[in-house]
């Protein structure tokens, strides 16, 4: 009686040991997985107030209505010193009717803390930066080059 008793209660701790086992490696999964969404989640909204101290400090050279205005210093500091990718991605749709973005990675670029290419900004996606080509005034095009043969 003794031994059916010890055989019984070995071959039902047995499923239950494997139950216990099977649910701690889900569990451990599902904390693994919450701390690295957690964690990406956090990144995103810490650089919510960096946007919005970037919005209103630049507010002159970032209104849509009017042409770009040079940066004042405290707004250039701001913008060295902030994810300004991060900031990018944070301009809100309502925000674009007051914010130009395209001066919001204009401005990125002239501090030295540049928008990578291909990211987004609000709903704008940021081109590559003009090739040196492009900058040549046409003055220096000489008329021999436009003249046809």
Known sequence: Y???NLALEISNTIPSMMVTKVFFHVLVFALIFAMFTTHQTLGE???TDE???VLRTCKKTLDIDDDYVEPTSRC???VESSDM???C???T???EFSVSVSKLVRLARECGNVVPAGSKCGTWTVPPPLSPQEHVPNSSITRKNH???
């Open 85 to 87: 990718a991060c900031v």
């Open 76 to 78: 250039r500091h701001l």
């Open 51 to 53: 946007k919005i101290a």
């Open 89 to 91: 991605r944070k301009v």
């Open 147 to 149: 003249e046809i043969e």
């Open 2 to 4: 003794i031994e059916e």
């Open 45 to 47: 909204q810490d650089c």
């Open 93 to 95: 749709l309502a925000e």
